[in-house]
């Protein structure tokens, strides 16, 4: 009888109970969910075992609003879950008021999961964001001529394209051997292109001297604790 409720766009339909208990659940929810959630409330009052606690505000409220509701319908909502692999996943719903309907007596629960398609959304986001950068470098630097002004414009487009604090820039003096700081931007450089009590680091001397010897990246949390 529940067959006739399904949409067949979504992955599971549920039938729950008022109190959140779950009266029927189909093949595709059991599997995405487990088939130990019948035995205990889909929805409870303050708690879940299955709903992210982050998101269960949402879902209860929307839940409310339709048991004040006969045959009312959401809208489609999305919600985090803990599924039945061990993974958080997320869903995408509608539910129906068919508490009245005889046949029925429950709020109808229709889901898809839509974790994969987030994570295509997200994986598309970045890739044009690091396009844009990157072009944003390359079209700045096609306007300048000189060493120094690259320099320059390099540690401009660090803070301002990365959301960085500062830039310091260095180039080799391989002759004495040192690290020389040509461009910054930031406390080093508090007004114009000049830097502010230059400094020149011998390889392996401190973080950017260390970085340099070796060529392996380093990321400090705190360089208060670790200079």
């Known amino acids: 009888q ?3 409720l399904m949409d067949h766009s979504f992955d ?3 039938v729950l109970e008022p ?3 779950v009266k029927y659940i189909s093949p595709g929810g059991e599997r995405l969910l487990g088939t130990g959630h019948q035995a205990e409330p889909f ?3 303050g708690r879940s075992s299955l709903i992210v606690p982050e998101d269960l505000p949402v879902v209860l409220q929307i839940a409310q609003k339709l048991l004040a509701e006969p045959r009312g ?5 999305s919600y985090r879950i803990h599924a039945a692999d061990g993974t958080r996943r997320t869903f995408e719903a509608g539910a129906t008021n068919f508490l009245k309907v005889r046949s029925v007596e429950g709020l109808v629960l229709n889901i898809r999961d839509i974790t994969e398609r987030l994570k295509s959304d997200e994986t598309a986001r970045r890739s044009e964001a690091f396009t844009r950068t990157l072009n944003a470098f390359a079209t700045s630097l096609l306007e300048r001529d000189t060493e120094e002004e690259i320099l320059w414009d390099l540690a401009q487009n660090c803070v301002s394209q990365l959301g960085f604090v500062d830039c310091v820039i260095y180039l080799v003096d391989a002759e004495r051997g040192v690290l020389v700081q040509k461009a910054a931007l930031g406390p080093k450089s508090p007004g114009g292109r000049v830097i502010f009590n230059p400094i020149q680091i011998s390889f392996g001397e401190g973080i950017v001297g260390s970085v340099a010897s070796n060529r392996i990246p380093a990321r400090v949390g705190d360089t208060r604790v670790d200079p």
Do not use: D, M, P, W
């Open 2 to 4: 529940f067959h006739t």
């Open 12 to 14: 599971s339909t549920l």
């Open 19 to 21: 109190s959140g208990v």
């Open 43 to 45: 929805i409870k009052e």
């Open 73 to 77: 319908r959401s809208g489609l909502f």
